[in-house]
T-cell receptor, first 118, second 112 residues
Framework: EAGVAQSPRYKIIEKRQSVAFWCNPI?????LYWYQQILGQGPKLLIQ????????DSQLPKDRFSAERLKGVDSTLKIQPAKLEDSAVYLC????????????????FGPGTRLTVT | SQKIEQNSEALNIQEGKTATLTCNYT??????LQWYRQDPGRGPVFLLL?????KEKRKERLKVTFDTTLKQSLFHITASQPADSATYLC???????????FGGGTRLMVKP
């Protein structure tokens, strides 16, 4: 079974530039997550999709970050314009379905995109 | 405010010993807790899940305990091997169980 795919693996941009990350979840997984992981910290959830609808985006800095999951499969996360503090690894994860206390499906993570903003 | 604390200092142990990692939390009533392993340059990999009404879970050389009174989970690796060297993350679900919050992780180094 193929895992979660992400691209690019690395990206270096200057502040105020734009950048986009792509994620392809495990086939058949309805729920997709984007996390931001700053060096030395745990992943922080940015946005969660169920199929092509947003479930939670309360921690997404909406003035500069946007994400979409058209057709309920692939997803893109965009930053425009980037700031120095956006330097981090952006992780995409997927799970079989919406997670709740009765069905705590595990999350499968991709390798991440390491973003450096100079 | 809600907090999840894992020891930010690396844990160094000798091969064959038992490694014990701690996850403490405050102002949470988690429906369950998960432990993940993360290697450098890779995404986290799920290891174990323990629910709020469970005291202990085992999987091969791994054991997790969950004490909701102490607000603490312990993660044990018995007969540790150098291949177990990695960062281990605990993640707490909210009461509804639909959102995970990760701790900062503890780096484990197993020396041969």
């Amino acid at each position: 079974e193929a895992g979660v795919a992400q691209s690019p693996r690395y990206k270096i941009i200057e502040k105020r530039q734009s950048v986009a990350f792509w994620c392809n979840p495990i086939s058949g997984h309805a729920t997709l997550y984007w996390y931001q992981q700053i060096l030395g910290q745990g992943p922080k959830l940015l946005i969660q999709f169920q199929n092509n609808g947003v479930v939670d985006d309360s921690q997404l800095p909406k003035d500069r970050f946007s994400a979409e999951r058209l057709k309920g499969v692939d997803s893109t996360l965009k930053i425009q314009p980037a700031k120095l503090e956006d330097s981090a690894v952006y992780l995409c994860a997927s799970s079989l379905d919406l997670v709740d206390r009765d069905f705590p499906y595990e999350q499968y993570f991709g390798p991440g995109t390491r973003l450096t903003v100079t | 405010s809600q907090k999840i604390e894992q020891n930010s200092e690396a844990l160094n142990i000798q091969e064959g010993k038992t490694a014990t990692l701690t996850c403490n939390y405050t102002n949470y009533s988690p429906a369950y807790l998960q432990w993940y392993r993360q290697d450098p340059g890779r995404g986290p990999v799920f290891l174990l899940l323990i629910r709020e009404n469970e005291k202990e879970k085992r999987k091969e050389r791994l054991k997790v305990t969950f004490d909701t009174t102490l607000k603490q989970s312990l993660f044990h690796i018995t007969a540790s091997q150098p291949a177990d060297s990695a960062t281990y993350l605990c993640a707490l679900a909210n009461n509804a169980g639909n959102m995970l919050t990760f701790g900062g992780g503890t780096r484990l180094m197993v020396k041969p």
